[in-house]
């Protein structure tokens, strides 16, 4: 499907800049000439991959930066198609050469991966799967206390505009409509920085927000406050 590229990018900025700055990290997101602004590709995919190779970055990173870098190289042979090249590059805590054997192996965690007790070490084996899916391949280079590299090539072609959609544009989301009751939605999340993201996102459509750190206040929660939804953590 044809897709802003430029807005997905900024929708993954917003979505990620608190978690980086509540670890005090730079963020920054390249888009380098030439910039492609429509494309045509897997829009869902290339969202999951980018959100995470990103997500793992700031996750593994505790001091210096994360970077995304993406940018066109046009392949005039193969004309219309281009390969849309993507880089993350963090100065995190980096992977050993042994554990990069087996990075893309399912629900395999490197060691920094399972001190962290984070997640179930699928985000990169999927992301890897995408890619290939859309004809690309990922590579990483890292090294061990000075941070890691993950880059891509995924052929994609370009478009001039977006599609001219009959009917009216349906907006962006701003609040509830007239006369609702008040929605009181509970999020049971360990991380500091991943439950304030979703307070950030949902109070200021006008729904009303608690969170729990456990489960145990969970449930709390749950018995005193009565919600209408809980957002959970899975894992939790």
């Known amino acids: 499907n044809i897709f802003d590229l430029f807005d997905l990018i900024e929708t993954l900025k917003q ?12 963020l920054e997101f ?3 000439a030439p910039r ?23 996750k593994f990173t505790e001091k210096g930066y994360v970077i995304l870098r993406v940018y066109l190289i046009q392949t005039p042979l193969d004309f219309p ?18 554990e990069l054997q087996t990075l893309f192996e399912p629900f395999v965690q490197t060691e920094s991966g399972r001190k962290s007790q984070e997640g179930t070490g699928l985000g990169l084996p999927i ?22 590299i993950f880059s891509c090539e995924i052929p994609v072609k370009l478009a001039k505009e977006l599609p001219v959609k009959p ?20 999020i ?3 991380k500091v920085e991943n439950r304030k993201l979703l307070v950030k996102l949902l109070e200021p459509l006008g729904f009303q927000v608690r969170e729990a750190e456990n489960g145990r206040e969970g449930i709390t929660l749950w018995e005193t406050w009565h919600p209408h939804l809980i957002w959970m953590d899975l894992r939790m």
Request: glycine fraction near 10%; include cysteine.
């Open 30 to 32: 390249l888009l380098k």
């Open 81 to 98: 198609w281009s390969n849309l090249c993507i880089e993350v590059e963090d100065t995190g805590v980096g992977i050993s050469e042994e």
């Open 188 to 190: 049971v999340e360990d």
């Open 127 to 148: 992301s890897h799967q995408f890619i290939q899916l859309m004809g690309g391949e990922l590579f990483v280079t890292s090294e061990v206390g000075k941070g890691t």
């Open 36 to 58: 492609p602004q429509y494309i045509i590709t897997d829009e869902s995919k290339l969202r999951q991959i980018l959100i995470n190779l990103l997500g793992n970055a700031i």
């Open 15 to 26: 979505m990620l800049q608190l978690r980086a700055k509540n670890k005090g990290l730079h």
């Open 167 to 186: 009917g009216k544009n349906p907006g962006r989301i701003i609040g509830l409509a007239p006369d609702q009751p008040p929605y009181r939605i509970l």
